[in-house]
């Protein structure tokens, strides 16, 4: 029976491991090893360690836990879990190894929804990005691309006027805006291309130009897009969770969820999506675990 079992091992996890370790809790991290920001050049906007790979960030972390002997590290994939009547979790491993724990938090992330551009996957994160507070910096001033619609690649475009003023959003289809939208777009000096995209082309994975079905080519550094995405794990879905509107898991004080014993932490749960937010919430989560399992154990 571990203390707690944690899901996901990137910031959020590996904080939320630190901070119980550091409460002499028995924790067992688990990671798949899929990070949402693999292919990031750079980690940026966490203090101390702006700009670092985030393999690295990772390895530091786990470095750090070797001194906790509490705190057990697997490579493996939780598949399933579910809450006992007792108020535990069993939790089941790729290898079909059953184990319970008295608390449970998940802190799989979220996975990128990325068009089905020819191209694009080959500047995903080195040029093509979805985050301009994580990127927008080393953008900043350049000639850049949007894509996105409706209401999301407007805001997108919008928000993107903080970092360059050579804007233009790139719908690849129907716009799907009003004319107040537009109108907004055109005072910002945002133009609005609606051809369909027929592949992203540049070299070394940097973004060159942006091909249109027409054969016509824009010429840009960079592009930011909004096309959403979906959880990391399926697991706060089978444990009945609550979701927000836009896809979230529905997180209260200290990350705590419709289901006692069950936390969530990082970008699965809220939508500032920097990696300092996402290790400070875990380590909220951590917080609130230990002084769950103090009311459980204190006479």
């Excluded at 995903?124 to 949007?146: K, Q, T």
């Excluded at 777009?185 to 079905?213: A, H």
């Amino acid at each position: 029976m571990y203390d707690a079992i944690i899901v996901g091992a990137g910031p959020a996890g590996l904080s939320a491991a630190l901070i119980l370790g550091r409460c002499c809790r028995r924790v067992l991290l688990c990671d798949a090893g899929h990070p949402r920001n693999a292919a990031s050049q750079g980690l940026n906007g966490f203090l101390t360690r702006d700009g670092i790979k985030p393999l690295e960030l990772r390895r530091i972390g786990r470095e750090q836990l070797s001194i906790y002997d509490t705190v057990e590290i697997r490579d493996i994939e939780v598949v399933d879990a579910k809450r006992l009547d007792n108020g535990r979790f069993e939790v089941a491993m790729a290898d079909n190894t059953l184990l319970r724990t008295r608390k449970l938090l998940l802190a799989s992330g979220v996975v990128d929804q990325l068009p089905e551009v020819p191209g694009f996957e080959d500047f995903y994160g080195r040029s093509v990005f979805h985050c301009p507070y994580c990127d927008g910096w080393e953008m900043r001033n350049r000639a850049l691309a949007i894509y996105g619609r409706g209401q999301h690649g407007k805001g997108l475009a919008l928000e993107l006027t903080a970092w360059s003023r050579d804007l233009v959003l790139c719908t690849d289809g129907p716009a799907e805006l009003g004319s107040e939208d537009r109108e907004r777009l055109v005072r910002n000096r945002i133009q609005v291309r609606e051809e369909r995209i027929v592949s992203l082309e540049g070299s070394n994975g940097v973004l060159e130009r942006v091909r249109f079905v027409t054969g016509e080519a824009l010429a840009r550094r960079a592009m930011f897009f909004s096309t959403g995405h979906h959880q990391g794990s399926n697991l706060s879905a089978k444990l009945g969770c609550e979701f927000t509107p836009k896809g979230a898991v529905n997180t209260g004080n200290y990350e705590t969820t419709n289901i006692p014993g069950l936390y969530v932490a990082g970008d699965a749960g809220r939508w500032v999506e920097l990696t300092i937010v996402a290790a400070a919430e875990g380590a909220e989560a951590a917080f609130a675990i230990n002084t769950a399992l103090l009311k459980e154990d204190v006479l």
